[in-house]
């Protein structure tokens, strides 16, 4: 089943800026993708570096979504939605670069959500959420890299 | 060196007095309300930031049974500490009295006082202390200064005080849970006192004035801060920079899952950030509300030798595996 954007935001509550497409079904992506400093990755990718805790606890995506991460000007969050029931995600993971936000595991297709970027669908599958860094230009920096935040 | 100081604190002048006062007043308080909890409180709620007080709602970290005390700190002493401490009073202070001036001696900072001032009223108003009556008063006294004026300056028969500013523009603080906030003016200055001083900030970082109104390349390079260099860079925009600044072009390809934009890979100047770098160039993957798409340049390390592994880098993967990457919105 294909989705507009404007379907998604009626579903979920969540508002894009006006000047982006509405009328278009979201792609649904089953490989690498990225939104905005998001990287979506599928498992496979990075089974070797990264891994789940003993510990680590799922929730379930609620229809009014899980706020991944959020723009450096404080507003503007990537949102992680679904059907209730079909996905769920953790933070609680091992990530040898320090970049994962969390893994998603969904069995129907999901969706992120941004006002700026739009949206996005993920295809059924296991996934790590990674966001963005650069090498820090400051030379006392606490670490050699910095997260980006758009 | 300077002369010993008289062993009473009485002789004392009067600026010290004020000091020890105030000092003596803040522990008096502090033994009221229970130990000040921030300097424990990282180790046991979690450096990773996940658990932090500091990143919870409050309702939230009530729920995780997080003591009441530490959560009005958190959105009040902690909170106030990085909007009014670090993010306002601090860039004023080294703009109006920069190091190599003589020190005007110890200075009082009226409104911007309210971080340590707040703190304690709120702890006694939501109910969670009492102070000494004598103690109370005095605290009355700090509340008004914070309430009416701006920087003040005591000595013996005189006070110095300094009117509060006429304009501060503020922008939310990133990574901000509790509503602190960082000057932010991109067309004029984020803090302008009604004699005409002006204090010029962009996103939290403390500027000249030529960043804001004429950023050329010459002025970036002769900079010394590289916090400075970056926010000027960034008023130019990158593409412009790179243009400007005729840096060499490591390699160019196509973006995957961006069609029909590039990613290009820039040898920098070392003297622009003090080490050896490379800068990738990269375009958004969505337009912004005027049908552009918006460049910026990303700082990379300067082994890597071609733009996807370069962007590859940016998300922890190989430059194989960015490769094939699907869609970039």
Not at chain 2, 158 to 177: D, L, S, Y
Request: with cysteine; hydrophobic share 40%.
């Amino acid at each position: 089943m294909t989705m507009t954007l404007a379907e998604l935001t009626d579903l979920t509550g969540l508002d894009v800026l006006d000047h982006l497409e509405r009328q278009v079904a979201i792609p649904v992506v089953d490989g690498l993708q990225a939104q905005g400093d998001l990287i979506v990755i599928p498992y496979a990718f990075v089974e070797h570096s990264v891994s789940t805790h003993h510990y680590t606890r799922w929730q379930d995506v609620p229809a009014a979504g899980i706020e991944l991460l959020r723009s450096a000007a404080g507003g503007n969050p990537h949102s992680l939605v679904a059907d209730p029931g079909t996905c769920r995600f953790t933070g609680g993971l091992r990530d040898a670069t320090g970049l994962a936000l969390g893994m998603i595991d969904t069995s129907a297709v999901a969706y992120l959500i941004h006002p700026e970027h739009g949206g996005t669908g993920i295809a059924p599958g296991r996934y790590v959420v990674r966001r963005q860094r650069e090498r820090s230009t400051e030379r006392r920096a606490w670490s050699a890299n910095r997260m980006i935040a758009d | 060196m300077p002369p010993p100081l008289p062993a009473r604190n009485f002789c004392w002048p009067l600026v010290a007095r004020l000091a020890t006062l105030a000092s003596e007043l803040r522990e008096r308080m502090d033994d009221r309300i229970g130990q000040r909890s921030s300097s424990l409180i990282s180790w046991t709620w979690g450096v990773s930031g996940t658990g932090s007080v500091r990143t919870m709602a409050p309702e939230e970290a009530l729920a995780a049974g997080v003591p009441v005390k530490r959560v009005v700190e958190a959105l009040v002493y902690d909170a106030l500490t990085e909007t009014l401490r670090d993010s306002v009073c601090a860039p004023v202070r080294t703009e109006l009295l920069p190091p190599a001036v003589d020190s005007p001696g110890l200075a009082w900072y009226g409104q911007h006082d309210a971080t340590w001032v707040a703190h304690y009223d709120v702890m006694a108003r939501v109910g969670l202390t009492t102070y000494l009556s004598d103690d109370q008063d005095q605290l009355g006294l700090w509340v008004e200064l914070a309430r009416s004026t701006g920087w003040w300056w005591p000595g013996e028969g005189m006070c110095v005080m300094a009117e509060r500013p006429t304009e501060i523009h503020t922008e939310p603080q990133p990574g901000g849970f509790h509503g602190e906030l960082r000057l932010h003016r991109d067309d004029g200055p984020a803090v302008l006192y009604a004699d005409g001083v002006q204090v010029h900030v962009l996103h939290g970082t403390h500027v000249p004035e030529w960043v804001i109104n004429a950023p050329t390349v010459e002025r970036i390079h002769a900079e010394r801060n590289v916090e400075v260099r970056r926010s000027a860079i960034e008023r130019i925009g990158w593409g412009a920079y790179i243009e400007q600044a005729r840096l060499r072009l490591v390699g160019t390809t196509g973006d995957p899952g961006n069609p029909g934009s590039d990613l290009h890979l820039y040898d920098v100047p070392r003297e622009l950030w003090g080490r050896p770098a490379r800068l990738l160039l990269v375009v958004n993957g969505s337009v912004e509300p005027d049908g552009r798409r918006r460049r910026y340049g990303l700082s990379v390390p300067d082994h890597l030798e071609d733009p996807l592994s370069a962007a590859g880098w940016t998300y922890g993967l190989s430059g194989e595996q960015y490769a094939g990457l699907v869609r970039r919105t």
